[in-house]
């Protein structure tokens, strides 16, 4: 069994960055593919960013396309997300999730096997 543990979040003013990070840990070959997810107040969650484990290729969902970028510390086996340029409407829970098996790049939930329990990020006008 994956686990996988957020952390990072916090309180931001409109403008600024945060790092969050997703260790995992157990069966840590167990998965394909990571992604990064966000639940807004009061709304569905959505998908941002993935990174396939393999061939380290990415994919950012256009809300946030050259503001975040997805990156991986194999040696500390965690996965980062940065997030610049803070906006607003960024807040949310964030969530990090494992894909045992996507075939590629994805940012559809279903597609995800292993979640996190998420961090909450909060970004101020």
């Known amino acids: 069994q994956l686990q996988l543990e957020e952390s990072g979040g916090g309180l931001m003013q409109s403008g600024g960055s945060l790092r969050l990070s997703c260790e995992t840990s157990?069966?840590?070959?167990?998965?394909?593919?990571i992604g990064w997810f966000r639940q807004p107040p009061g709304k569905e969650r959505e998908g941002l960013a993935c990174?396939?484990?393999?061939?380290?290729?990415?994919y950012y969902v256009d809300s946030v396309k050259g503001r975040f970028t997805i990156s991986r510390d194999n040696a500390r086996s965690t996965i980062y997300l940065q997030m610049n340029s803070l906006k607003p409407e960024d807040t949310a829970a964030y969530y990090c999730?494992?894909?045992?098996?996507?075939?590629?790049?994805?940012?559809?939930?279903?597609?995800?096997?292993?979640w996190g329990q998420g961090t909450q990020v909060t970004v101020s006008s």
């Open positions: 999730a494992a894909s045992r098996s996507v075939a590629s790049v994805s940012t559809n939930q279903s597609d995800y096997d292993y």
């Open positions: 157990g069966f840590t070959y167990d998965y394909v593919a």
């Open positions: 990174l396939d484990n393999s061939s380290g290729a990415t």
